[in-house]
């Protein structure tokens, strides 16, 4: 029988422990080489129109799609604004309202330095939102955010990707009228009906326009029989009336410049008022008038 010496022993024991060492550097470089990969972000610069109720609310949908080998070695994504993260999206005035919120709209944590921590469930895409409370009432111009998007996780290389939401806000102007039920105006949709009355005598018709805007407005008047009311079966037979707003009348070649609150809704007094016409011919008298709220 052959016979091992001590230091044989020692020898193998020794081989025995470098390979178990070598072994575990091979297993971890495996590991490493798993969570090798990259990523895209992007932000939709067309709003979402989500069936929530803030009406005035802007959505803007971002989303981080994950390589495959990426999905179960990323625990977040690290969201940094470059305009800090009380309002990341700046416009002509300045910083705006806004923020990011995560897949759900709940609001995210951050970071010590304000960062948002957008977190992984093992999902190759991951879904965030870039919340304006008050988007669609904004000023009009151009409005932008910027952010840095990078990773977090175990051994996930710190590579960052940069995103953008570039959105212009158009001037626009809403309205609607109120009338008493009593004043003989009739309203279908974007249609008005004023019944003036007998003509031989004078008469005053009020109604009320509620307009809402983000930007400067004008009103613009355009009468089809130039502020005369016609005789429908005698055309050359007319009884004038006068257009006022806030009491003030209306010239229909001269645009009237109104004082409205961005955001806020305005009320105007629009009334009509004709000049009695004792010996007027009978008969219906017509004219067509057209309203124009021009947002500028």
């Not at 919340?131 to 000023?139: H, N, R």
């Not at 953008?164 to 008493?180: C, G, M, N, Q």
Request: with cysteine; glycine share 6%.
């Amino acid at each position: 029988m052959n016979t091992i010496s001590c230091s044989d022993v020692l020898t193998i024991a020794g081989m025995l422990l470098v390979t178990a060492f070598t072994s575990s550097v091979v297993a971890s470089d495996i590991n490493e080489a798993q969570c090798e990969g990259s990523f895209q972000v992007n932000i939709n610069d067309v709003p979402y129109k989500l069936k929530v109720a803030q009406p005035d609310t802007l959505w803007f949908q971002g989303k981080v799609e994950l390589d495959n080998r990426l999905v179960n070695c990323v625990n977040g994504i690290v969201i940094k604004p470059s305009n800090g993260w009380q309002q990341v999206v700046t416009g002509p005035q300045g910083k705006v309202n806004s923020t990011v919120l995560n897949a759900q709209r709940k609001s995210l944590n951050r970071t010590p330095q304000g960062d948002f921590l957008l977190p992984n469930r093992g999902g190759k895409q991951v879904d965030f939102w870039v919340q304006v409370p008050e988007g669609k009432i904004m000023q009009p111009g151009n409005y932008r955010a910027d952010f840095e998007l990078s990773l977090f996780g175990k051994q996930v290389d710190a590579v960052v990707k940069n995103a953008s939401l570039d959105y212009t806000i158009k001037p626009f102007v809403r309205a609607r009228i109120e009338a008493k039920s009593s004043s003989r105006i009739s309203v279908s949709g974007a249609r008005i009906t004023v019944d003036m009355g007998n003509l031989t005598n004078q008469n005053h018709r009020a109604l009320d326009i509620i307009v809402i805007s983000n930007a400067s407005v004008k009103l613009e008047l355009n009468s089809l029989n130039n502020g005369h009311l016609v005789n429908t079966r005698k055309p050359t037979h007319k009884v004038p009336y006068t257009t006022s707003l806030q009491g003030q009348n209306i010239d229909l070649d001269s645009p009237i410049f109104l004082n409205t609150r961005r955001g806020n809704q305005t009320r105007f007094n629009m009334a009509f008022e004709n000049k009695a016409v004792p010996g007027a011919t009978a008969g219906q008298y017509e004219d067509e008038m057209t309203v124009s709220l021009i947002a500028y």
